[in-house]
């Protein structure tokens, strides 16, 4: 017999967000795990608003939203919402009801700015850290450090020189919303140009032959046993922040462990910095350095440095879901302090997804 194609609007629901979610939804571990980290981070919260005024997004809310940004690789937040208006998955991970008013894509922005300020996006990642740190899933003996590339949200026509940056000019352009720009036969570098849009980008190129873009770089610290990342930061790019950052990400341990970094970072200043901090270098060996590798068989010789080199490619894995998935090949902000606020965080979503799939298998 045929079906009814007739739609008529049903007054009354009496199945809930809740009910419609399957039980074995790869979301439930994520929606358990981040309600305990929001229990421990809301005397945290409590700080951040005043107790009198118009009650703004809750904090818990908030966040939950942004994960689900980052976990689905949602573009903008204007999309965000847009999901949440119809999208009863994303309804139930952040905790409104069915008949809740979605909030306005600008009034979102700016509760995110306070959590901003509040530096909550360091306090989410070491809460996720304890979390990972109470499931037995750490090494606090073996570590890889790495940068990666992250592109900025302006074009190279903003790259201009310095002196004329924020002036107008006397000739109108042929196009306002793009102009004809002609770069032959001009020098340009970070100590004569800047960004019109975003003065924090630096022109760089990773690796020689490749094209120099406005970008900043992310690193991050990662523990070698299941690959979770331990401190992450972003920082202006240049030829020296990758070596710089990785000390100050690894701080001054309390006890003897070793480091794996790939041939970048093979130099005397940096291999010797880490020996000082009683830190045993674990640096793939560059040979075509001028004057030979800082690496030598007092490291080689030993099983553990193979392995350390073996382990660290793993790094390679957390920048791919990054730029994949967290949508940071080229980043949507602009500014670093927001740009290393989305990182941070977006490494903390990595770290949740990890430690999920961990505790599947154990």
Same mark, same amino acid.
């Given at each position: 017999?045929?079906?009814?194609?007739?739609?008529?609007?049903?007054?009354?629901?009496?199945?809930?967000?809740? $009910?419609?979610?399957?039980?074995?939804?790869?979301?439930?571990? =994520?929606?358990?795990?981040?309600?305990?980290?929001?229990?421990?981070?809301?005397?945290?919260?409590?700080?951040?608003?005043?107790?009198?005024?118009?009650?703004?997004?809750?904090?818990?809310?908030?966040?939950?939203?942004?994960?689900? !940004?980052?976990?689905?690789?949602?573009?903008?937040?204007?999309?965000?919402?847009?999901?949440?208006?119809?999208?009863?998955?994303?309804?139930?991970?952040?905790?409104?009801?069915?008949?809740?008013?979605?909030?306005?894509?600008?009034?979102?922005? #700016?509760?995110?700015?306070?959590?901003?300020?509040?530096?909550?996006?360091?306090?989410?990642?070491?809460?996720?850290?304890?979390?990972?740190?109470? #499931?037995?899933?750490?090494?606090?003996?073996?570590?890889?450090?790495?940068?990666?590339?992250?592109?900025?949200?302006?074009?190279?026509?903003?790259?201009?020189?310095?002196? !004329?940056?924020?002036?107008?000019?006397?000739?109108?352009?042929?196009?306002?919303?793009?102009?004809?720009?002609?770069?032959?036969?001009?020098?340009?570098?970070?100590?004569?140009?800047?960004?019109?849009?975003?003065?924090?980008?630096?022109?760089?190129?990773?690796?020689?032959?490749?094209?120099? #873009?406005?970008?900043?770089?992310?690193?991050?610290?990662?523990?070698? +046993?299941?690959?979770?990342?331990?401190?992450?930061? =972003?920082?202006?790019?240049?030829?020296?922040?990758?070596?710089?950052?990785?000390?100050?990400?690894?701080? $001054?341990?309390?006890?003897?462990?070793? =480091?794996?970094?790939?041939?970048?970072?093979?130099? !005397?200043?940096?291999?010797?910095?880490?020996?000082?901090?009683?830190?045993?270098?674990?640096?793939?060996?560059?040979?075509?350095?001028?004057?030979?590798?800082?690496?030598?068989?007092?490291?080689?010789?030993?099983?553990?440095?193979?392995?350390? $080199?073996?382990? +660290?490619?793993?790094?390679?894995?957390?920048?791919?879901?990054?730029?994949?998935?967290?949508?940071? +090949?080229?980043?949507?902000?602009?500014?670093?302090?927001?740009?290393?606020?989305?990182?941070?965080?977006?490494?903390?979503?990595?770290? =949740?997804?990890?430690?999920?799939?961990?505790?599947?298998?154990?």
């Amino acid at each position: 017999m045929r079906g009814d194609n007739e739609q008529q609007a049903a007054m009354y629901s009496y199945i809930s967000p809740e $009910q419609r979610v399957p039980a074995d939804h790869p979301l439930r571990p =994520l929606r358990q795990m981040t309600d305990e980290i929001f229990t421990r981070l809301s005397p945290r919260f409590s700080q951040l608003y005043s107790r009198t005024g118009r009650p703004s997004i809750a904090p818990e809310r908030l966040l939950r939203a942004l994960l689900l !940004q980052v976990l689905y690789s949602v573009r903008s937040e204007r999309m965000l919402m847009e999901q949440l208006e119809y999208n009863l998955l994303f309804r139930w991970f952040v905790g409104l009801n069915m008949d809740d008013v979605v909030w306005d894509a600008t009034t979102f922005s #700016k509760n995110r700015d306070r959590l901003l300020r509040g530096e909550i996006a360091e306090e989410f990642f070491a809460a996720v850290l304890e979390l990972a740190r109470t #499931k037995e899933l750490l090494s606090d003996e073996h570590f890889t450090v790495d940068g990666t590339m992250v592109e900025g949200w302006a074009s190279l026509k903003s790259f201009q020189p310095k002196e !004329q940056s924020g002036r107008g000019s006397d000739d109108k352009p042929d196009d306002p919303g793009n102009p004809t720009v002609n770069f032959h036969g001009q020098k340009r570098s970070n100590e004569t140009h800047q960004s019109t849009t975003d003065s924090d980008l630096r022109l760089f190129k990773k690796t020689k032959g490749s094209e120099a #873009k406005l970008a900043y770089q992310g690193h991050v610290l990662m523990e070698n +046993r299941n690959g979770l990342v331990v401190n992450a930061q =972003l920082t202006r790019a240049s030829g020296t922040a990758e070596r710089e950052t990785a000390l100050a990400l690894l701080g $001054q341990p309390g006890k003897r462990v070793t =480091l794996a970094a790939d041939k970048a970072y093979d130099t !005397q200043g940096f291999v010797s910095d880490l020996r000082q901090r009683r830190v045993t270098p674990h640096v793939a060996q560059n040979q075509r350095r001028r004057g030979g590798s800082a690496i030598d068989q007092r490291t080689t010789r030993h099983p553990g440095y193979k392995i350390s $080199q073996r382990k +660290r490619k793993r790094v390679e894995e957390i920048f791919g879901w990054l730029k994949t998935v967290g949508l940071l +090949r080229k980043t949507r902000h602009r500014g670093l302090e927001l740009v290393d606020w989305i990182f941070k965080f977006a490494t903390a979503a990595y770290n =949740l997804v990890r430690i999920r799939n961990l505790s599947a298998v154990t």
